[in-house]
């Protein structure tokens, strides 16, 4: 069986315009619009935090007092923090042992 072989072209340095030409020409490649990054899912912020924290949801859930469950449903998009858990979240961002903290003394 022959290996199909890989076309490179070498005709050397091409301009800006010959270049984007080419990637435009790749269907499989093409620039995202705006409509299509609006409607694009991205990483929830709470996600973030918590690999920044190195913590497990649980243990996230647990050290912050959300239920688990809430955290599961913010990282996978089934729901968005309102705006009183994102003002949380930012502050646990901030200062997530002194938020930590104060939560353990309010027990």
Not at 68 to 88: K, L, Y
């Amino acid at each position: 069986m022959k290996k199909a072989r890989k076309t490179i072209d070498r005709k050397g340095p091409r301009s800006d315009a010959q270049i984007e030409a080419a990637a435009m020409s790749d269907p499989d490649a093409q620039p995202s619009s705006a409509a299509s990054l609006r409607k694009a899912r991205r990483v929830p912020e709470v996600k973030r935090l918590r690999w920044q924290l190195e913590l497990t949801q649980d243990a996230f859930a647990e050290r912050y007092g959300i239920p688990v469950a809430t955290v599961r449903d913010w990282e996978q998009g089934r729901s968005s923090p309102d705006a009183t858990a994102r003002s949380f979240l930012r502050a646990i961002a901030k200062g997530p042992k002194q938020i930590a903290k104060l939560l353990e003394a309010a027990e």
